[in-house]
Nanobody, 124 residues
Framework: VQLQASGGGLVQAGGSLRLSCAAS????????VGWFRQAPGKEREFVAA????????YYSDSVKGRFTISRDNAKNTVYLEMNSLEAEDTAVYYC??????????????????WGQGTQVTVSS
């Protein structure tokens, strides 16, 4: 599976962005798909994910209520809608696909395929 993330940019605090993660090679249908982010000097952290079945979604506490993960199976694309952005959301955002066990859904080592990352910068 090849993943292409896009949609990052510079936005003021309180603004919104929508990230896209397009897959090629295989469909997302049998994979969990997640978004992670990495700020300078910090470890990569979980943001949001769909379960392998696609029937469940998961969010980190820091983004719950502000970010929404969604998918368009016809386009083989997963989105991350980010609202009420804060300076602390500044990071490189990565999408990933894999077959994690449930307890690994929020862990980077649960995912096999990674996109190249897209920069999100929130100015305060």
């Amino acid at each position: 599976v090849q993943l292409q993330a896009s949609g990052g940019g510079l936005v003021q605090a309180g603004g919104s962005l929508r990230l896209s993660c397009a897959a090629s090679g295989r469909t997302f249908s049998s994979y969990a798909v997640g978004w992670f982010r990495q700020a300078p000097g910090k470890e990569r952290e979980f943001v949001a994910a769909f379960s392998r079945s696609g029937g469940s979604t998961y969010y980190s506490d820091s983004v719950k209520g502000r970010f929404t993960i969604s998918r368009d199976n016809a386009k083989n694309t997963v989105y991350l809608e980010m609202n009420s952005l804060e300076a602390e959301d500044t990071a490189v955002y990565y999408c990933a696909a894999g077959r994690p066990i449930l307890s690994n859904t929020r862990q980077t080592d649960g995912y096999t395929y990674w996109g190249q990352g897209t920069q999100v910068t929130v100015s305060s």
